[in-house]
């Protein structure tokens, strides 16, 4: 949140994405604790978005969704990480006040080469999408995986093909190249 204040004191309004522990979930704590980091830091809730896995959820299903509730209603984006490796129902998936999935890099790596793999992936984005979802995609490592993720219609990608990971000092100039040349 530090970090994001700066680039807001920038004129470089980015997000940010925190992944959450199973143990963090578990507290009823964590949306005060949030919101004191909020408050402290300055940068609205609309540029926090925390990540947490479907294991994570799934170890006291009830008590995740009264959290992500509360979390939601303060204005956080929400999304599931690592979607497909872990045991969630679908049930559970259309209850909890979600944004995002992001699909594991697992199916992800090897979609333009294990057709399964590719099925999965489509599978997921068009169910996502009928729930109201955006899609982001992990392990992009090449062009062609990112060009069958645009003709399937997934909303972002994240991975080395895209850009390694960059000091965050770095990111408002490299933004701002990429903008300007039309990225």
């Known amino acids: 949140l530090r970090q994001c204040n700066i680039w807001n004191q920038e004129n470089v309004p980015l997000s940010v994405a925190v992944n959450l522990s199973p143990w963090n979930l578990q507290s009823s704590a964590l949306p005060d604790q949030i919101r004191g980091l909020l408050s402290s830091s300055g940068v609205p809730p609309s540029q926090l978005e925390l990540e947490l896995t479907e294991s ?12 992500l509730r509360v979390m939601k209603q303060m204005g956080l984006r929400l999304a599931v990480d690592d979607f497909g490796t872990g045991y969630s129902s679908l049930a559970h998936l259309n209850s909890l006040p979600i944004d995002a999935i992001k ?18 992936v489509r599978s997921m984005i068009h169910l996502a999408h009928n729930l ?5 995609a992990e392990g992009v490592e090449n062009r062609q995986t990112m060009d ?4 399937m219609g997934c909303d972002m990608a994240q991975g080395y093909h895209i850009s390694h990971p ?10 701002r190249d990429s903008l300007a040349s039309g990225f």
């Open 132 to 136: 109201g979802l955006k899609v982001v």
């Open 148 to 151: 069958m993720l645009r003709k």
């Open 56 to 67: 994570a959820i799934m170890a006291n299903p009830r008590q995740a969704a009264e959290i």
């Open 103 to 120: 699909i594991d890099k697992s199916f992800v790596i090897r979609m333009a080469t294990e057709t399964q793999d590719a099925v999965i």
């Open 166 to 175: 960059r000091p965050a000092e770095e990111l408002p100039g490299r933004l």
